[in-house]
């Protein structure tokens, strides 16, 4: 899928041509993507995930899946599944290299057995708050546990017995015998094993002990023999742990190296920010087309191109910085440019009375499915007496620089004639416009004046009886701020919500080929966005999702950068 060299290089490219050179690790490419099924996939994911399956295909390498599964209550079988179904979407494979870091618990149990025969290992029956009290701080050394120096056959008997099952929640910990005066917290003798009476996703109640996250994860990426550790900047501080847990065992070691998170301006990337919304019923669940989750922006109608793309661009920094969310909507705006057909769909229909063209009668016209890609072909759209246009396209008092239709004003219908504005039909109570009479000249037709008479606008349209009812929902960014992370003091998340991040119109009208659109399906409505056919929607009650508006905020930023 991906050629080799096709991507401009970084400094994890950089690392990898280097050991290739030098032949270290065989010349051999193995990468991991490792979630934690304690959630759904985010845009964030997505950037680690075509690292490291890019990166694999790039250097005719391999991308293991691993589910970093050593946390028994957060994670969920639905959350296994999900993660699979995205990383397939996103459209990559890990063929049958499939694991779970739970496949290696007894493994793991046996590495730390022989830290204990080391001397390098500790049961520690300090509480988790004692524990931290003897930690210190940044800025003072911690002090020994006093555990720290218990003989290595009480220790093997005592971590047996945790694995027994003989202990309570808490009671006792295994810790790795490092220094308890580092520099680095993370090498203050660090707990690697507790205790946690719960019932595991794929283990059942076998264990009662679980490693912790930096143990398993070194270890895990041993056993599978990767050769690029690759991981967000926050195990910068966590890399020495994982080298000095290797290197004590003498096994297989492999690199991690960090690079920046992605961050997204007017939304969170952090699973435990969005199961936050999820629960609290802010959003409609994980697939909400506002959330940032994989699932979410499908459903929304981004493809997985745009969603590559995009993670091309950004590429990979040492440096955490915060990428505008208008360059994620630039990039499925470029991919369905492409690939989207045209249709004419009326948001918020406004009657139009042709007087002058006879009852009765249909035309079917010749519009253009995608003026991007002749390929495409063209269609017919039936064109009668009575039309809907969009509401806002009309003013009975137009200022300066509108061009659209007015009283007394010639405009054109796309893909059929010129109209006339001739009369206007108000609501005798409220005042409001509900009909427009308009006559027609027929010499238009296609869209031409043969005697060369300009019109500054073209609408879109669609003929009454042949509409389908539609319903639409409009999409905003999540957020009000540009930064939520960022709360302020005595705010929370939630008070940054946007209030107007969906917006839901019921009586929209579409043109009679939409019918029977299936879920998933992309369009151009015209002058309006791109959007995609949701799955609420069924046969006669269509229901579509605006992916992204046609108005480029991207081009105006980069322009304003300049
Ligand atoms: P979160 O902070 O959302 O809970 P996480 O790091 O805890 O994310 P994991 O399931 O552990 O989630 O992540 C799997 C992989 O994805 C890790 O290698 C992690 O570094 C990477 N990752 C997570 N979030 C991002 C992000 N925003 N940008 C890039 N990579 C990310
Ligand atoms: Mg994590």
Redesign the pocket.
């Known amino acids: 899928m991906i050629e080799a060299g096709s991507k401009p290089s970084d400094f994890i490219r950089e690392i990898i041509k280097e050991d290739l050179a030098n032949n270290k690790y065989g010349a051999r490419v193995h990468t991991r ?4 099924p304690n ?1 759904y996939l ?1 845009i ?2 997505a ?2 995930i075509c690292l490291n399956f890019g990166i694999a295909a790039e250097f005719g390498g391999l991308c293991n899946l691993r589910f ?1 599964d050593t946390n028994p209550t957060r994670e969920e079988i639905e959350y296994v599944e999900s993660i699979k179904e995205d990383v397939r979407w996103l459209g990559f494979d890990w063929g049958d290299r499939l694991y779970y870091a739970s496949d290696y618990f007894e493994q793991l149990y046996q590495y730390a057995v022989q830290l204990i025969k080391k001397g390098k290992a500790y049961v520690c029956d300090l509480s988790p708050q004692e524990i931290r009290e003897y930690r210190g701080t940044l800025t003072e050394p911690g002090s020994d546990s006093p555990y720290r120096n218990r003989s290595v056959e009480e220790n093997l008997d005592l971590f047996e017995r945790m694995r027994a099952g003989e202990f309570e929640d808490g009671s006792r910990t295994l810790r790795a015998k490092i220094d308890m005066t580092s520099g680095n917290i993370n090498m203050r003798d660090p707990v690697i094993y507790r205790i946690l009476h719960a019932t595991h996703h794929r283990t059942g109640d076998k264990w009662c002990i679980y490693p912790m996250y930096d143990f398993a994860h070194c270890f895990s990426d041993s056993i599978e023999k990767i050769t690029h550790s690759i ?2 900047l926050e195990f910068e501080d966590h890399r020495p742990l994982y080298d000095w847990f290797l290197n004590e065992l003498g096994i297989y070691h492999p690199q991690q190296i960090e690079f920046a ?3 997204l301006s007017h939304t969170v ?4 920010k969005l199961i936050e919304l999820v629960e609290a019923g802010y959003i409609n669940g994980w697939d909400d087309p506002r959330m940032p989750t994989i699932a979410g922006l499908r459903r929304r109608g981004y493809t997985p191109e745009s969603i590559r793309n995009f993670c091309d661009r950004i590429g990979v920094a040492k440096r955490d910085s915060i990428v505008d969310i208008a360059l994620l909507e630039y990039y499925i705006r470029e991919d369905l440019n492409k690939q989207a057909p045209r249709v004419m769909a009326v948001l918020r229909p406004l009657r139009v009375v042709i007087d002058n063209y006879p009852e009765g009668i249909v035309e079917d016209l010749e519009a253009i499915n995608n003026p991007e890609d002749p390929g495409m072909g063209t269609r017919k759209v039936p064109f009668s007496r009575v039309l809907y246009i969009e509401r806002e396209d009309f003013r009975e008092d137009p200022p300066k620089q509108f061009y659209r239709l007015a009283p007394g004003r010639e405009v054109r219908l796309r893909y059929a004639y010129f109209i006339k504005c001739v009369g206007v039909i108000k609501d005798a109570q409220t005042g409001e416009v509900v009909e427009l009479h308009c006559t027609y000249d027929p010499e238009t037709r296609g869209g031409d004046s043969p005697d060369g008479r300009k019109v500054k606008a073209t609408l879109h349209w669609v003929s009454a009886t042949h509409a389908l009812e539609a319903e639409v929902r409009l999409y905003d960014h999540l957020f009000i701020k540009s930064d939520p992370n960022n709360t302020e003091a005595g705010r929370f998340l939630k008070d940054y919500l946007n209030p107007n991040s969906l917006e839901i119109l019921k009586s929209c009208c579409v043109e009679p080929g939409l019918s029977g659109a299936t879920q998933g399906t992309r369009y151009q409505f015209e002058r309006q966005g791109y959007f995609c056919v949701d799955p609420d929607s069924s046969e006669g009650s269509l229901v579509f999702n605006r992916t992204v508006t046609l108005r480029d905020t991207w081009a105006k930023i980069e322009k304003a950068q300049k």
């Open positions: 993507f490792p979630p934690e959630g985010h964030g994911h950037k680690s970093d991981c967000t998170r992605l961050n990337l952090s699973k435990r």
